[in-house]
Nanobody, 123 residues
Framework: QVQLQESCSGLVPSSQTLSLTCTVS??????????WTWIRQLPGKGREWMGA???????YYHLAPRRRASISRDTSKNQFTLHLNSVTPEDTAVYYC???????????????WGQGTQVTVSS
């Protein structure tokens, strides 16, 4: 069973960088065909797929936060990380890491989820 756990971020000052790490257990992040993603839920809105890193290390981003987002991984720790630069209060959301086998940029298609972590950007 794949399990994911986001690090806690809490309150982030505006214009700073948000950094979140997802620790994976039950499966290696290099296992064939797995895609590891970051998804966020903005207040009063649906979930937004932000980007993913694949089992090969290829990275894909959603168009909207693309210029500010960076995803990486540490295979020795079985973790992957999201950095979001120059945050504003509009980035306040619950952030999730999630996984599935095979490609999808739809959050509804992801089978394995972390519990989510609330990030609040202060103005």
């Amino acid at each position: 069973q794949v399990q994911l756990q986001e690090s806690c971020s809490g309150l982030v000052p505006s214009s700073q960088t948000l950094s979140l790490t997802c620790t994976v257990s039950g499966e290696s992040i290099t296992t064939d065909f797995y895609h590891w993603t970051w998804i966020r839920q903005l207040p009063g809105k649906g979930r937004e797929w932000m980007g993913a890193i694949t089992f090969t290390g290829s990275i894909y981003y959603h168009l909207a936060p693309r210029r500010r987002a960076s995803i990486s991984r540490d295979t020795s720790k079985n973790q992957f990380t999201l950095h979001l630069n120059s945050v504003t209060p509009e980035d306040t959301a619950v952030y999730y890491c999630a996984a599935r086998r095979g490609w999808s940029d739809s959050s509804d298609d992801y089978l394995y989820w972390g519990q989510g972590t609330q990030v609040t950007v202060s103005s």
